[in-house]
Structures are given as structure tokens and as C-alpha cells.
């Protein structure tokens, strides 16, 4: 069974893509999915064969560190884009306790006008900005919308963020580039870069008499006999 691992817990952004990559493949029953606390416990894992592949996200704030940290033991084999879990920005309600603080997985940040705020928070996953909500730790917080649509009693959409589409990158252990550039040539995207670079059809005109055979002559008048 393959083994892939990413960042925890059970219900994170990471976990949620994961599964829709494992989805794409039909690798649901065929692979085993390991939840680790940071990268660096899912790289080395990676690097120690106690895992087979890695999933990160490219605009995770450890993507630079973890991918140059262990370049000589793992690399990267895939890349594809996923929408997120939809996310909002939401409040505690009628509670003025932490007011001034607002939580945020720092990718997250810009994703939302915080300047309301004069303290912004920064948590690992959005999983521990909800927890921090829950723990009444700030008063408002970038998480995703599922928790405040369970929890309306205590929380409050301030702002719907919806779905973001990222990058992500997939690691493992054997390089597949073979020094070139690794391109799906069929892909939606390069589908578009044929349809925008494509000559412009002509368009013709058709005349209603071009297929119309030979035009008839009039019958020629008899003279006398």
C-alpha cells in the first residue's frame, strides 16, 4: 500500500486535498494516508521510507525551507492546482474578550482586510485558529466556513471568502525530470495557449447560385415551316 503524508490534523486544508488528489488518482483504497504536526516530521519520514510521498501546499509559509532542507533526499515529482475548503472571516458574538485580536494561518492573511485588528495572530492551521476561537484566545478569525455554519449560536460571518484555488507540490524520493521541464502538454491550460494562438478562420461566403449547376438557356423561338 503507498503511503502518503501531510500536514494534520484530521480535517485540515492539507488532509481535504489530499483526498481530492487521491480521488483524482482511484488511489482511495489503495493508499494510506499519514498526518504529521509540521513538514520537517513529514519530510524525514519521507527521507526515512516510513512514507512514500508528500503533499504541500506551494504558498505554505515552510514550502521554501522544506524543499531546500532536504533537495539531496526527496524531490519534487507533481504539482497540481485545488480549490480550498471554502473559508470566511468570522467573530465571536456579543463578547468583548480578545476583541482586538484576530487569528490567521499566516497564508491566509491576505485573504481578508484585517486592519480592524490591531493584533494579528499567527497558528499553524487553520484547525488551531478555531481552536483558538473556541478557547476564546482572540475575537475573530480566518477559519473555514463549515465551523462557523455549525456554531452560529456562538460565531458570526463577518466576511465569505470562499474557495482558493492553489498550487500545490507533491514530494518522493526518486526524481522524474530527467533534467527537463516536466509538462502535461494536454493539460485545460495548454488547451487555452492553443485556442489563443490559433490562426483566425476565415470565414467564407457561400452564393446561393455557386452550386446551383449550369444555368438554363430559354428555349429559342420557331420561325415559320
Known amino acids: ?14 488532509h481535504f486535498v489530499l483526498e481530492q488528489y487521491l480521488a483524482a488518482h482511484g488511489l482511495e ?3 494510506r494516508v499519514a498526518l504529521f504536526d509540521d513538514f520537517h516530521s513529514g519530510a524525514r ?10 503533499l504541500q501546499c506551494a504558498v505554505h509559509p515552510a514550502a521554501a525551507e522544506i524543499t531546500g532542507t532536504y533537495r539531496s533526499a526527496m524531490v519534487v515529482v507533481d504539482a497540481f492546482v485545488s ?3 471554502p473559508m470566511a472571516l468570522v467573530q465571536v458574538k456579543g463578547s468583548e474578550a480578545h476583541a482586538s485580536r484576530v487569528g490567521v494561518q499566516p497564508a491566509t492573511q491576505s485573504y481578508a482586510d484585517l486592519s480592524a485588528w490591531p493584533e494579528v495572530v499567527h497558528e499553524p492551521t487553520v484547525l488551531s485558529v478555531q481552536a483558538g476561537l473556541e478557547e476564546g484566545r482572540y475575537g475573530a478569525g480566518i477559519v473555514f466556513a463549515s465551523f462557523a455554519a455549525a456554531r452560529t449560536e456562538r460565531f458570526e460571518v463577518i ?7 492553489d ?5 518522493g524520493r526518486e526524481a522524474i525530470d530527467e533534467g527537463k521541464a516536466v509538462v502535461w502538454r494536454d493539460s485545460p491550460v495548454a488547451r487555452q495557449f492553443r485556442q489563443q494562438t490559433a490562426p ?5 461566403v457561400v452564393r446561393p447560385w455557386a452550386n446551383a449547376g449550369p444555368r438554363r438557356q430559354p428555349p429559342k423561338a420557331c420561325g415559320p415551316s
Open 159 to 165: 466576511e465569505p471568502i470562499g474557495t482558493v484555488c
Open 200 to 204: 483566425p478562420v476565415r470565414a467564407s
Open 1 to 14: 500500500m503507498i503511503i502518503f503524508s501531510t500536514l494534520g490534523p484530521r480535517g485540515s486544508n492539507h
Open 45 to 54: 519520514a519521507l527521507v526515512a521510507s516510513e512514507a512514500d510521498y508528500l
Open 167 to 171: 498550487g500545490w507540490i507533491v514530494y
Open 83 to 85: 480549490p480550498s475548503q
Open 29 to 31: 483504497q489503495l493508499a
